[in-house]
């Protein structure tokens, strides 16, 4: 009866090789996920949050304001928030100017008190 042949030293290495590669491109594969994973889930929370401005804002003499329970602050800019998606605090401009009632700092729109 003949022995079976021994895998050859260089053999070995080659059969040894190919597990250790395919569990460090598993290894790859699911760190690439947990990554892809985690920036799903951020942007699933800013889209909810973005939502829930949504539905706590009113537009109200031309300007939004932000509803927080019992209390209403802003004004804010409706120009920068409907470009931008950003709420922009609005300035007095009767402080400024005679018939300006607001002034955005950001954008510079001027918002007279007859608009």
Not at 65 to 72: F, M, Q, V, Y
Not at 89 to 95: A, E, I, K, Q
Request: one cysteine or more.
């Amino acid at each position: 009866m003949t022995k079976p042949a021994q895998p050859q030293p260089s053999e070995r290495g080659a059969k040894s090789a190919a597990p250790q590669e395919e569990i460090t491109e598993l290894r790859k594969a699911a760190l690439e996920l947990q990554e892809e994973n985690f920036a799903l889930r951020e942007e699933v929370k800013k889209l909810r949050e973005d939502k829930s401005l949504e539905t706590s804002l009113e537009f109200s003499e031309n300007v939004y304001w932000l509803l927080t329970g019992s209390e209403r602050t802003g004004p804010f800019c409706p120009r920068c928030y409907s470009e931008h998606q950003r709420l922009a605090t609005l300035l007095d401009g009767t402080r400024f100017v005679a018939k300006t009632r607001w002034i955005c700092p950001v954008c510079n729109h001027v918002f007279d008190s007859d608009t």
